[in-house]
């Protein structure tokens, strides 16, 4: 049998072609019209289409933290001298106890801070503070202390500290991937349950025909234009074109963009078979009714 492409057809119009042939729809998710397409499209086209927009999220990820937290890590590490130390909960420096700076950019910094003042970059959006007895970590949202008995004695040098960095880095970054790949998988699944109850109700009262699966399909599409838009803001951010308050109201606006997308897409469902209305160019029959009998016409009559 012959298959028919239809490219972001509008559900609720069906073509004749349609009643004749199995449509194969090829849906997008950037419009509404779109989004509704997923309803009936092939679940493969879905998962395709978020497991691409899942890697481009993890692979914008991974290289802001390439390009914007390693290099000052490894440069940090570099600047520190060799024989210094964790021991009992505190931090014995290998040379001079000076507040110094060991590396910076716009989105990191880090320093030792031995005096009350403290030395370190304002202008970095966190801020990794070595003191004495606890490393501080500061943003926007204030400082966070974590004491160095949390992390037992070990040795803190160019060289100790420097091997153990280049080890485990590609595991870190790894871990990190893999973390972002679960987080988004169980976040998408669970919001695509939540919102396919509301696509249910809302396409209900606006007599569209839509099952459970069908729904749940349509909110996993509405998440992918918030997520594809989180994602460039991301990688503007690496870029220095977006800075971190801009990237958290982002943050926090790609959620309703899904919002949107599932409601809006609601109305290009296709109707309901019991509230279709009647074909305006299908001929009325005239009904006919027999005439009653006369009773006082004569039998011959």
Known sequence: ???????????????????????????????PNGVAGAARAPRWQLWVALTLTAALSIATTINFFERAWVPVITKAIESLDDGGAIR???????????????????????????????????????????????????????CAGISYRTLGDMPIGHTETGAWWRAWR??????????????????????????????????FYLDRD????????????????????LTVSMYLHTEGWLNLF????????????GWIYSGAACRYLPPRADVLPANPFQPIEEETHADPKNPFRGAGD
């Not at 109201?249 to 963009?257: A, K, R, W």
């Open 1 to 31: 049998m012959a298959r028919s492409l239809t490219f972001g057809k509008n559900l609720s119009e069906p073509t004749p072609a349609e009643s004749s042939s199995e449509p194969l729809l090829i849906w997008h998710p950037l419009t």
């Open 88 to 142: 009992n909960g505190l931090l014995e420096p290998g040379g001079q106890r000076t507040s110094v700076v060991l590396a910076a950019n716009r989105n990191l910094a880090i320093a030792l801070d031995w005096s009350a003042a403290g030395v370190h970059d304002q202008a970095s959006d966190v801020r990794v503070i070595l003191q004495i007895d606890r490393a501080l970590v500061c943003s926007l949202f204030g």
């Open 170 to 203: 590609p595991t870190i970054l790894s871990g990190i991937a893999v973390g972002q790949a679960m987080f988004l998988v169980i976040s998408w699944w669970v919001l695509a349950i939540v919102y396919a109850w509301a696509i249910r109700f809302f396409a």
């Open 210 to 229: 839509v099952d459970f699966g069908g729904a749940a399909r349509v909110a996993q599409a509405a998440l992918i234009p918030g997520a594809i838009w």
């Open 246 to 257: 801009g990237l958290l109201v982002v943050f926090i606006m790609h959620v309703p963009v």
